[in-house]
């Protein structure tokens, strides 16, 4: 069973909606990661946190430590938006303290 | 801005050859990672560093060896390429716990 599991795989979306990506963790963290890759490979960090929620423009992230769940939101979808969005955790695992553990991603796609 | 650069984004190689990939940042982190990236596996760790001359396996060291002679450099070496490391490989520095900047990545082809 992989450690960070995100759903969906796969979402296409019209311009305009909402989305959101859900991100679930089964191990003990100090932060969540929200990171976003464009067609091309260059990976973008979005979101560090911790607790709470964290807004950004259009995009709003929410961690629920309790239940062990992360979501990210994006507001008025755009085709820009068309991206893999990745999940990743920080911890302490053996020896590897702060080290990222990565979801699968989940590729967005957003039609004009 | 934090800049990490990579040596080449494309590169073709033949199995057997000893292939180096580099990875430069400009911001003094002293953390600096390699991973490969595949289709349906996502991002696994190859090699980590936490200081100059430093270095740890990560998930999948299998194949490969790094280096890190100078703070701001961090080389990922195949001492023997091989077909199944075709893969798109990506460099990344933090400053200890904080978040992460990665580079563009490498697409290695080995034929």
């Known amino acids: 069973k992989n450690e960070v599991e995100q759903s969906p795989q796969n979402l296409t979306a019209q311009e305009g909606e909402f989305i959101t990506i859900n991100c679930s963790y089964s191990?003990?963290?100090?932060?969540l990661h929200w990171l976003q890759q464009h067609p091309g490979g260059g990976i973008v960090s979005l979101f560090m946190?911790?607790?709470g929620k964290k807004k950004h423009g259009r995009l709003i992230a929410t961690i629920n430590i309790q239940e062990k769940h992360s979501s990210l939101h994006i507001t008025a979808s755009h085709p820009r938006d068309s991206a893999v969005y990745i999940c990743a955790v920080s911890g302490n695992y053996g020896g590897s303290q702060g080290n990222l553990i990565f979801g699968k991603g989940t590729k967005l796609s957003v039609k004009p | 801005d934090v800049k990490v650069t990579q040596s080449s984004r494309y590169l073709v190689k033949r199995t057997g050859e000893k292939v180096f990939l580099e990875c430069v940042q400009d911001m003094d982190h002293e953390n600096m990672f390699w991973y490969r990236q595949d289709p349906g596996l996502g991002l696994r760790l190859i090699y980590f560093?936490?200081?100059?001359?430093?270095?740890e396996k990560g998930d999948i060291p299998e194949g490969y060896s790094v280096s890190r002679e100078k703070k701001e450099r961090f080389s990922l070496i195949l001492e023997s390429a091989s077909t199944n490391q075709t893969s798109m490989y990506l460099c990344a520095s933090r400053i200890w716990t904080d978040t992460q900047y990665f580079g563009p990545g490498t697409r290695l082809t080995v034929l």
């Open positions: 946190l911790s607790s």
């Open positions: 560093s936490y200081d100059v001359k430093m270095k």
């Open positions: 191990v003990g963290i100090s932060a």
